[in-house]
């Protein structure tokens, strides 16, 4: 059983920069990978981010790249989503997700999911 805790959203003006936070807890094996997914009203969850636990190599959405960065520690068993010249469209709930698969989980498919944590940037 996994349990992840998302923090850090907030309120935030364009090209500014926020970073999120997700913390797991319980057993997640040395192969799970983590990864940002975000959901803006009335649109369909959007991949953002992924890194396997293992090696720490990472995947990204191309509206993302350049300008998002993902990392892990693995002493405290967190993920960071670092966000920077960050825009309006960017505003979505970001949730944290985790799936043994590595695939799996940059498809969509999470085996935990946290509850999400609210990204606002303003124009």
Not at 79 to 90: A, F, R, T
Request: with cysteine.
């Amino acid at each position: 059983q996994v349990q992840l805790v998302e923090s850090g959203g907030g309120l935030v003006q364009a090209g500014g920069s926020l970073r999120v936070s997700c913390a797991a807890s319980g057993r997640t094996g040395w192969n799970y990978a983590m990864g940002w997914f975000r959901q803006a009203p009335g649109k369909e969850r959007e991949f953002v981010a992924a890194i396997t636990w293992s090696s720490g190599r990472t995947y990204y959405a191309d509206s993302v790249k350049g300008r998002f960065t993902i990392s892990r520690d693995n002493a405290k068993n967190t993920v960071y989503l670092q966000m920077n010249s960050l825009k309006p469209e960017d505003t979505a709930v970001y949730y944290c997700a985790t799936n043994r698969d590595v695939n799996w989980l940059r498809s969509g498919v999470g085996e935990y999911w946290g509850q999400g944590t609210q990204v606002t940037v303003s124009s």
